[in-house]
């Protein structure tokens, strides 16, 4: 069954823009998820010349809580000046959660709920809540209690040195207790990738990114960010693009997920970035009444799900045939597919599976979807080189896509993302 509407009642993107995503620690540190998602959502509200009282709904996506603001979404919108009446929500879905976001919006206006809706995501992984132990924990809750300054102390006593250090946030899974990197370090043991393979994607991935920013397809999208508290210094491009790079330099870096037996390193791992990125959905009718010239569609989508403990980031695999069935259109249909980069080594398992006839047959019980041509991959290289701030990611792409499908003369867009979980998500989109 397709998932095409009637004319006119498709899902339209209007326009969209982000923040330049920077390597965490650095440019945007001082920067909250909500300062992000504030500057982001004022930005396109400003590009898209939208009265910001028309707008119904926001939905934003993040993985790292912002624990002054836990519905991030709403208060980024009263922040860019919605009204009060604005609805919004805030989604989480690991890596893919822009990807949630989108959809959400996409429902709300196809079941008719909203008309104008901001979807996209925000992550600052410079200001990761930090955890204190649960003897810490108890004791300041029972100090908090206390009635005199004796009781308060005394909440205090018994705790050992390691009670109050703090406790790092993990990038591991729940179920299974490996981060990101060892799953996908498992996965380019598993699918038979190598170090060399691996960077020679990275490279590529800042080849193409730069070229992107030089020719400013990618500054288009992005806002200039200026920085606390002095704002005397401003930044409108990615700022992990290495154009030092080369396979021989990549080469000489240390593992860091298996130092001994691995190939995964700091150069085709995406880093920990920060960044926002957000688009304005209506329905065609709609946009098209209102004077806009849509970005584009969402044709289609899908999730799926696979067991964290087997191939954690090989969810695109699962989700694109979906998604292409959904859409009525086969691999061989994309003029454009981007599959987001958390490593190397997971896009590299991806495209091998799309490709693989055992795959097919023992996973999906079909015919396997084919080869990506590599001139379609990833045109503007992806999360390794540009980064990848989690909740914002899947609104980068789906921009980014839009963005070039335009520039081409239309057609038909593939995105995959990977996500935690075990999880993958996948659009359809198409540009006229
Ligand atoms: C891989 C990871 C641990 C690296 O972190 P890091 O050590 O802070 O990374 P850095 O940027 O400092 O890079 C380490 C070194 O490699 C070098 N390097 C990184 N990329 C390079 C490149 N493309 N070319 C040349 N050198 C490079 C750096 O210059 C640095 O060298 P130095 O130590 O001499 O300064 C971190 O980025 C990470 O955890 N990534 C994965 C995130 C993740 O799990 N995401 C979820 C995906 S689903």
Sequence with gaps: MTQSPAPGKRI????????PFAKAGG???DETSLDLARCVLAELVSRAELKAEALDLVVLGTVVPNVAAANLAREAALACGAPASTDAFTVSRACASAN?????????IASGQAEVVIAGGAESLSNVPILVSKPLSRALVAASKARTLGNRIKAFRGLKLKDVLPVPPALAEVSTGLTMGESAEKMAKENGIGRE????????SHELAAAATDDGRLPAEILRAYQPPRYDASLQEDDGIRRDTDVAT????RPVFDRRYGS???????????GAAALLMMREDKAKAEGYRPLGYLRSYAFAAVDPSDQLLLGPAYSTPIALDRAGLTLSDMDLVDLHEAFAAQVLSVLRAFESETFAR????????GTVDEAKLNVEGGSIAIGHPFGATGARITLSVL????RRGGGFGLIGVCAAGGLGASFVVESE
């Design 197 to 204: 393979e691996q960077d020679r994607f990275a490279v590529r």
């Design 250 to 253: 990549l080469a000489a870096l």
């Design 403 to 406: 963005n070039e499908l335009t």
């Design 100 to 108: 949630q976001a989108i959809v959400s919006a996409a429902q709300a």
């Design 362 to 369: 023992e996973k999906l019980n079909r015919s396997p979807l």
């Design 264 to 274: 995964l390193t700091a150069g085709n791992s995406s880093p920990l970035t920060d």
């Design 27 to 29: 440019f945007l540190a």
């Design 12 to 19: 339209a993107f209007v326009a969209g823009c982000r923040t």
